[in-house]
């Protein structure tokens, strides 16, 4: 398993963290707000609905949009950190020239966007 350090690797506060505290596109007040330099972000938003009060929305730019509500801060934060590792994974897939990208290659990276969009 990938280290904390290593998943934060490449991820920054979205515009440098101005957006903390701001309302989010869910309705919630933005609490976490990063972004990836190869193109990626993650926000998490508080909500005060009761029942899934964070709400996680990330997209690798050009590739998914997706959105996930967990029912506690902590269940959020290690859903972000999951995240960030399978982004990452992604990310370094890419370092490869498409001509060396054999169907073992697709067959995973699929398999990581696919992993990304369920709930």
Do not use: C, Q
Not at 24 to 34: K, N, R
Not at 51 to 78: D, Q, R, S
């Amino acid at each position: 398993m990938k280290s904390t350090i290593e998943k934060d690797k490449g991820w920054t506060g979205f515009d440098k963290g101005k957006t903390i505290g701001k309302p989010g596109h869910e309705g919630g007040i933005i609490i976490i707000d990063s972004e990836n330099v190869h193109g990626a972000r993650i926000t998490v938003e508080e909500l005060h609905d009761g029942h899934h009060p964070f709400v996680i929305t990330y997209g690798i730019y050009g590739l998914l949009f997706h959105m996930h509500a967990k029912a506690t801060l902590e269940m959020a934060g290690e859903y972000v950190a999951d995240l960030k590792g399978k982004m990452n994974t992604l990310f370094e897939m890419y370092e490869l020239r498409e001509e060396g990208r054999t169907a073992e290659w697709y067959h995973e990276h699929d398999r990581l966007v696919h992993e990304l969009t369920i709930d």
